[in-house]
C-alpha cells in the first residue's frame, strides 16, 4: 500500500486562487447573501432594498472573490443605526452565514 503525502506548493496555490477559476462561485455566494438580504431589508421607500448590487474583486493580494454592497445613501444608518435612537438593523452582518453556504 503507498501512502500519500500532501505537499505544500505555495506557488501553485497562489495561482490558482488568483486566476479565474474562483470568480464564479464567489459571485454566487454574493448573489445568494444579495437575495437573503433584499428579504431581510427594512422597508420604507424600499430605496434601501433596491440598492444592493454584487461585483466582482480582487484582495489586496490579488484573490478572486466577489463584493457585496448597498449604495443607497441610508445604508450606514439602516446597517448601523443612529445617535438619535434609530436602531441597527444589520442586514449585512445577518446575511454572512449565507454567504458562506452555512445556512439556506
Known amino acids: ?3 500519500h503525502r500532501y505537499q505544500r506548493n ?3 496555490m497562489r495561482a490558482l486562487l488568483r486566476g479565474d477559476t474562483f470568480e464564479p462561485m464567489c459571485l454566487a455566494a454574493a448573489e445568494r447573501g444579495r437575495a ?3 428579504a431581510r431589508s427594512p422597508v420604507d421607500s424600499g430605496e434601501y432594498s433596491r440598492s444592493f448590487e454584487v461585483e ?3 484582495g489586496w493580494d490579488g484573490r478572486t472573490g466577489a463584493r457585496l454592497i448597498n449604495t443607497s445613501r441610508k445604508a ?3 446597517e448601523f443605526g443612529t445617535k438619535r435612537g434609530g436602531k441597527p438593523h444589520a442586514v449585512l452582518t445577518s446575511v454572512i452565514d449565507v454567504v458562506e453556504g452555512r445556512t439556506g
Request: without cysteine.
Open 76 to 78: 450606514l444608518a439602516v
Open 1 to 3: 500500500m503507498t501512502l
Open 36 to 38: 437573503a438580504a433584499i
Open 56 to 58: 466582482p474583486h480582487r
Open 10 to 12: 505555495a506557488r501553485g
